[in-house]
């Protein structure tokens, strides 16, 4: 397995992926998806095993601490960020449990490092604070989220050493 930037031809998969991955809110368009990776085409990256994408993260610098709406485009970034917002991570289901996800949140990490931002933020959906815990996410409370992430919505922050 390998992790690289997306390139056109894996848009299909991402979507396959997106669409089996969601049960508690609507799969987003794809315009939608690839304004992430416009805006932010070195955060946004494909787990690839034998020439099949297993899994997609989508990430994008973000100023604010409350997160974008979903089904929304990112038209860009106005300025420099130390913030990154952490939109999307989803593996195949054929491929769970085999590290794609620990080998995509390890490259972003290593990026958004790189890049220096100073906070992660997600909104963690269909009850996954669990695992994003596993990578030093902390619950953040008191701020509005968009009802279209669901109903087990929660704002999350990593605050980057």
């Not at 085999?98 to 080998?103: D, Q, S």
């Amino acid at each position: 397995m390998y992790i690289r930037e997306i390139v056109d031809n894996d848009w299909r998969h991402i979507e396959a992926i997106q669409a089996q991955s969601y049960y508690e809110i609507k799969p987003e368009a794809l315009s939608v998806l690839q304004s992430k990776c416009r805006v932010s085409p070195q955060t946004c990256k494909v787990c690839i095993r034998r020439e099949a994408v297993m899994g997609y993260l989508l990430a994008h610098p973000w100023l604010h601490l409350v997160p974008p709406k979903l089904h929304e485009e990112i038209k860009c970034i106005e300025e420099a960020c130390s913030r990154i917002y952490l939109h999307d991570l989803a593996v195949a289901q054929q491929a769970r449990h085999e590290g794609v996800a620990r080998r995509l949140m390890e490259d972003f990490l290593a990026t958004a490092s790189e890049y220096n931002y100073q906070e992660i933020i997600l909104v963690s959906v269909q009850q996954s604070e669990v695992f994003w815990s596993k990578y030093g996410f902390k619950k953040v409370d008191h701020v509005d989220i968009c009802h279209s992430y669901g109903p087990n919505r929660q704002l999350m922050i990593k605050t980057m050493s």
